[in-house]
């Protein structure tokens, strides 16, 4: 099965399973199976890369199963410790152009956005930046690089992002609990530029 996709970004889940990126697509497939339409790739808004979704497969390979959908990229995977996925999601609809973080059950139920979609301008100088390789830190915060869209580097800034208090750097979930702002904070002791 090897050929039947590209995959990326595998990270272990608590029951010995593992979550990766992939370009399988299996449930969009068998559901155009199932109402008679041939099988196809699903490629992005551009039409030049085919689209990485979030699968579930046993440790040993069997049982693979798409559990997200999205016209652009959902990447880079990991388990928080409230046992629901953290990823990074591109949405590239309506010209949004922008990568949030969404957390997802391992089944695939109760999709949700988590963090960012109106905090890309907070990069150095406001520069914009997304939100990229989110894990969380033993503090219960969540670690993630910024780096802007297109940036011919690898690397970026590390932040510690309160995910529990905000939605947004400087929108609390819940407003009454008392949370102060912002909700990122440098993960380095040295600055790292974020603007390219």
Request: charged fraction near 25%; charge should be negative.
């Amino acid at each position: 099965v090897a050929d039947e996709g590209q995959d990326i970004s595998p990270h272990y889940l608590p029951d010995g399973r593992i979550v990766f990126s992939s370009t399988r697509q299996r449930l969009a497939k068998a559901i155009l199976l199932d109402e008679g339409k041939p099988q196809y790739d699903a490629f992005d808004e551009d039409r030049n890369v085919e689209t990485l979704a979030l699968h579930i497969m046993n440790g040993d390979g069997t049982e693979i199963t798409q559990i997200t959908f999205n016209q652009s990229h959902d990447l880079n995977p990991n388990v928080l410790t409230n046992g629901k996925i953290v990823f990074s999601r591109w949405d590239n609809v309506d010209r949004n152009d922008e990568i949030s973080l969404y957390q997802v059950n391992p089944d695939g139920s109760n999709l949700e956005f988590l963090y960012g979609f109106h905090s890309h301008e907070t990069g150095t100088d406001d520069a914009v930046i997304e939100f990229i390789q989110p894990r969380q830190a033993p503090v219960g915060r969540l670690i993630v690089k910024l780096r802007p869209n297109l940036s011919p580097k690898l690397g970026g800034g590390l932040v510690y992002i309160d995910w529990e208090n905000f939605t947004e750097n400087d929108q609390t979930t819940i407003p009454s609990t008392g949370a102060v702002g912002p909700a990122q904070l440098s993960a380095t002791p040295f600055e790292v530029r974020t603007d390219d």
